[in-house]
């Protein structure tokens, strides 16, 4: 394995430019994890010539406890970890395996950290007991050969197929009792704009909204995005019951839309639509930026009137810019999902983007259209990330140059197999 140095810290570092301070948190990251896998092998040589030997304390975990000036439980999950990861020795001097030697080697590279190794190490002990030796092997195989690039949502997916390769029939469902039913629920529009929503639920609807709401809240993967999720659970509760109610809104049987995403009125100047700078009148009562105007009118989110300099209406909706049902099942086959890179959305939680903005004379046909979710919508919209259509007419995406100096087009490999 080559030697890993931290990168030189320039003096004044905030003149350093996004590229360089990208690469220095990857470099430093991958410093960080090289040297915890080192960490690992020296706990596991003492835990196999023992602590109390070595130093008089009663357990390894203890000894690195005052060692490190931890907790004996933060201690404890460090030496479980580097034991699982490395070969010890058993009291007889016969060596006894790593629980998860693949994932091991991957972690010495520092192409892993804790938390995906902690995840892998959960995944193999809920694997059937039955499952011999060669198939746990090839299972920790598979896991450890995704972890580098993978976050905790794919990882979980695995999971999933690997348990139902050593499992087919899995634990015979036990059905709940449902109590009697009591629903109650409150909307009401504060002065400050916002809408404060309370209610009162019986047990087996409160169970299937915290269900249906956890299934869209969860963090986004760190390794997916190169950042990690800062929203707090109740924004993310938050922004769940949003897709939720995309979903219902375009559902055909729905009364009063019909299936169609158009719900209310933005009056925005053309200027402003096309520049994404300045403001927008959101149902002739409220406002809202016009770059979030600009997104909303992707995939007809909203209903937009736009305005020339005089204030006279340019256009009203321009019906025909809609994505027809047929066009949006040919996305729906096409991209089977989220389009972007590593992404797991399905269909029915993505919006239909414009390559070519529609505001800009983009077209609205399959050689324009990409499916997005919503954070990859906001993400092409405001971020460094572009999209386009390849040579065989797939989409493809180009990351920014700190996430790759050479912007080597990606495409998502999670919907066809």
């Known amino acids: 394995m080559s030697e890993t140095f931290l990168p030189e810290l320039p003096q004044e570092l905030w003149r350093a430019g996004k590229l360089e301070l990208a690469h220095g948190v990857l470099q430093s990251l991958r410093v960080i994890r090289v040297a915890t896998a080192g960490l690992g092998r020296f706990l ?31 201690a404890g999950a460090v030496v479980k970890r580097a034991i699982a990861l490395n070969p010890t020795r058993n009291l007889d001097g016969t060596e006894a395996p790593a629980v998860a030697p693949e994932t091991a080697a991957v972690a010495a590279e520092g ?40 976050g905790p ?40 704009g916002f809408w404060k929503l309370t209610g009162l639920l019986d047990d087996e609807t409160g169970a299937r909204t915290a269900a249906a709401l956890e299934a869209y809240a969860q963090p986004r993967p760190v390794d997916e995005f190169g950042q990690a999720d800062l929203r707090m659970k109740c924004e993310r509760l938050g922004d769940a019951w949003a897709e939720l109610l995309d979903l219902a809104i375009a559902c055909p049987d729905q009364p009063g839309t019909s299936g169609y995403r158009t719900l209310v009125h933005v009056t925005i100047g053309l200027d402003e639509l096309k520049s994404g700078l ?18 909303a009118a992707c995939d007809c989110l909203m209903l937009p009137i736009v305005l020339s300099a005089a204030g006279e209406p340019l256009d009203v909706g321009r019906l025909r810019r809609f994505v027809t049902p047929g066009q949006r099942r040919a996305l729906n086959i096409r991209d089977g999902g989220c389009a972007f890179p590593g992404c797991h959305r ?26 997005l979710c919503g954070f990859h919508h ?3 919209h405001h971020g460094d990330w572009e999209v386009r259509m390849a040579a065989d007419g797939l989409p493809e995406f180009i990351p920014p140059q700190y996430r790759d100096p050479l912007r080597q087009p990606r495409r998502n490999t999670l919907h066809h197999r």
Request: charged share 30%; proline share 5%.
């Open 346 to 371: 399905k269909p029915k939680n993505c919006h239909a983007h414009h390559i070519h903005h529609w505001a800009d004379g983009g077209l609205t046909d399959l050689r324009n259209l990409v499916l």
């Open 378 to 380: 906001r993400l092409i």
């Open 44 to 74: 596991a040589e003492v835990e196999s010539r023992g602590a109390k030997d070595l130093f008089g304390h009663g357990s390894t975990a203890s000894w690195l406890a005052e060692m490190a000036g931890l907790s004996r439980g933060e």
């Open 153 to 192: 949502h794919q990882l979980a997916k695995a999971e999933a197929n690997l348990l139902g390769w050593l499992d087919p029939d899995g634990k015979e469902p036990k059905d709940p009792e449902p109590k009697e039913p009591r629903r109650e629920l409150t909307l009401e529009r504060r002065r400050d």
């Open 111 to 150: 192409l892993v950290g804790d938390e995906r190794i902690d995840q892998i190490l959960e995944i193999l002990k809920r694997l059937p007991a039955d499952t011999s030796a060669e198939d746990k092997a090839v299972a920790e195989k598979i896991l450890a050969d995704l972890a580098p690039n993978a």
């Open 278 to 295: 300045g403001t927008a009148c959101l149902d002739f009562v409220g406002t809202m930026t016009a770059r979030e105007a600009r997104l």
